[in-house]
């Protein structure tokens, strides 16, 4: 408990939280209001509640940067070597940082999802907004625990290169252009990208649903269904973080 | 106390720290001296379990420091006064420390106010002056009441009040009954702050004697004497087969006689026997860098292009001291010799 109120006051007592916080929001909610309100009126029977969700990558992208900063700049300004000073056997203030980090994370995320959807229903009330069905449950729902989940793979790369700059940097390819381009190579992509830790996370969100010119990407055959996806994507993440807590624990601080 | 045993470091090549044994005890200042390089961070990192020994242990109270329960409340640690994030507060900064390991808050203030820091609690790290900063890692080496207490080069770029308050605020804190371990570069400065010292060149152990019995085995010392008749002091001590020279009127004061090797009962005595008129007999050592520069000669890891000095026992003083060390004035006075 004390290790996690530790991490709480490192978190909140610099700046750069609140800017990704509030950085993620705007992107996310301010991106989806702008769609809501401009979407034309033959489309709205396509304004689902998954369609709001169109940017929620945006937000994602800004809070795995905050949690790699959150152990980055830890490394820079050599607090880390405080924080082993004080639990020198590491792995309990690691932990309680993924905890921290990575609930913030995920009720950024949470936040963000909720707010996008609302804001879309309360500016479109006519569109197909409401949640009935499971699927439609973990479009906005469900968006936190990819958020969470992503926040964990964003510190474990943290921990990996302990460095601000390389470690985002990738983040940001593996993201936006390895997770992309593999599945590009011929005959084997699409079985590749079936496996990438991204692209099944994001099956758990869409997975169950036909794809419209609107909504967000669904693949097809994709070898996990929602909730497996999700356990698939997590054990990746939770697995880079543990590798990650071992190298910290036996490197020199 | 802290015990070191056969402690290694090898970071790739370089041999930080090389087969280093020694002990810390509790109640004095022990000073840990080495030229830059020599590895006194590095150990300092090994005793607190930041950097893992390539070869051997230390313990602190008979335990390793990842064996402590609430480390902080036994051992405090000054590696470097940069160790703080600088959009952070003072007090934040404390506050997260003492909230992990357990330490009430009010403890925070009082640390503040030991080390003068009250009045910029709020402000953030990274606008403190150097002074500031070092009094902060001060202030976070206090914070769990430890002890053993630690400090890298605590007087580093600090003015000579600054250098003072530390000087005094060690001599409490083992006053109080505290292990505290130092590190300096500078004898001229453990001669003042440290009743110990734990000696290494090279990594390696050169010496871990008392301050005063280093200095004395290092440093060379002489008789000066001085007379209205100087023609007929010199002759009867030569006579007496001692080595004498002449020193000219300069900054020491007007000319005079040096007799290496004697005592001033010696002389006294002698020139007492001849009924010789004296204005001045005192004894003169041999600077403490020159001492220091002397045991260490052979270790010293970063020196430019000298001749090996022999190491060991007290040589003559080297004549050209390169490296990081400018020479010092000959047969300087001992500063604080006395009266610690
Ligand atoms: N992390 C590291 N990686 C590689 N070499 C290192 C590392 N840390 C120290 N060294 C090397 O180990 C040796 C001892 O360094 P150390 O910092 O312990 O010396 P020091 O006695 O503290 O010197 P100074 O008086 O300059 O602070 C040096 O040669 C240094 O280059
Ligand atoms: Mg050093």
């Known amino acids: 408990m004390t290790l996690l109120t530790v991490e709480r006051i490192k978190l909140f007592s610099t700046r750069s939280p609140w800017w990704c916080m509030i950085l993620a929001t705007v992107l996310t909610v301010g991106l989806t209001t702008i769609f809501a309100a401009t979407v034309k009126s033959q489309d709205l029977a396509d304004f689902d509640p998954g369609t709001t969700q169109f940017a929620y990558n945006f937000g994602l992208v800004v809070m795995m940067v905050m949690s790699t900063l959150a152990v980055t700049t830890e490394y820079r300004f050599s607090t880390i070597r405080s924080t082993f000073l004080a639990v020198p056997t590491r792995t309990p203030a690691l932990l309680a940082k993924g905890v921290v980090v990575a609930g913030l994370a995920g009720l950024v995320g949470e936040v963000t999802a909720v ?25 906005v729902f469900g968006v936190g625990l990819v958020y969470l989940f992503a926040s964990v793979f964003a510190l474990a790369v943290g921990l990996i290169v302990r460095q601000s700059a390389g470690a985002i940097v990738i983040e940001l390819v593996y993201l936006f252009l390895l997770e992309n381009l593999l599945p590009a190579i011929p005959r084997i992509g699409d079985h590749i990208q079936h496996w990438l830790p991204f692209t099944v996370g994001d099956n ?38 543990v590798i990650g807590c071992a190298l910290a624990k036996r490197r020199d601080a | 106390m802290i015990e070191a045993q056969g402690l290694t470091k090898r970071y790739g090549r370089t041999v930080a720290v090389n087969d280093l044994s020694f002990t810390v005890q509790p109640g004095r200042v022990t000073g840990f001296l080495g030229p830059n390089g020599a590895g006194k961070s590095t150990t300092m990192r090994m005793i607190l379990g930041l950097d893992n020994p390539t070869a051997g242990t230390v313990r602190i109270n008979g335990k390793r420091y990842s064996e402590l329960h609430q480390p902080l409340s036994k051992v405090g640690a000054l590696l470097d006064a940069k160790w703080v994030h600088p959009n952070r507060s003072a007090r934040s900064h404390l506050r997260w420390i003492a909230a992990s390991n357990r330490i009430p808050v009010k403890r925070v203030d009082e640390v503040l106010e030991a080390v003068g820091l009250t009045s910029v609690a709020g402000k953030r790290a990274g606008g403190f002056s150097l002074g500031m900063s070092q009094r902060l890692g001060i202030a976070t080496a206090l914070l769990g009441d430890p002890g053993v207490l630690l400090f890298d080069e605590p007087v580093n770029g600090l003015d000579p009040e600054g250098i003072l308050w530390i000087r005094q605020f060690m001599h409490r804190l083992a006053a109080e009954g505290r292990t505290v371990f130092v590190s300096s570069h500078l004898l001229s400065e453990m001669a003042l702050t440290a009743q110990d010292l734990v000696v290494i060149g090279r990594g390696r152990l050169i010496a871990q004697t008392s301050t005063r019995e280093f200095i004395d085995a290092a440093s060379e010392s002489a008789v000066r004497v001085r007379g209205p008749e100087m023609e007929r002091l010199h002759g009867v001590l030569t006579s007496q ?56 000669g052979q270790d010293v890891e970063y020196q430019a292009g000298r001749p090996g000095v022999p190491g060991g026992g007290p040589v003559a003083p080297p004549q050209a001291a390169g490296g990081v060390f400018t020479p010092p004035p000959a047969n300087a006075t001992t500063p604080g010799g006395n009266g610690r």
């Open chain 1, 204 to 241: 758990f969100i869409v997975a169950n649903q036909t794809h419209h010119a609107d909504g967000p990407p669904v693949i097809e055959g994709m070898p996990f269904g929602p909730w497996g996806s999700l356990v698939y994507f997590a054990a990746i993440c939770l697995g880079l973080f």
């Open chain 1, 115 to 139: 707010g996008s959807w609302g804001l879309a229903k309360v500016i479109q009330p006519d569109a197909p907004l409401s949640l009935n069905t499971a699927n439609e449950y973990r479009n």
């Open chain 2, 241 to 296: 087969g001692l080595t004498v020279r002449d020193v000219p009127d300069g900054d020491d004061g007007p000319a005079a006689l040096l007799v290496p090797n004697a005592s001033t009962d010696q002389i006294g005595e002698l020139v007492g026997k001849v009924g010789l008129v004296l204005h001045e007999l005192s004894t003169k050592r041999g600077s403490l860098e020159q001492a220091f520069i002397q045991l260490t």
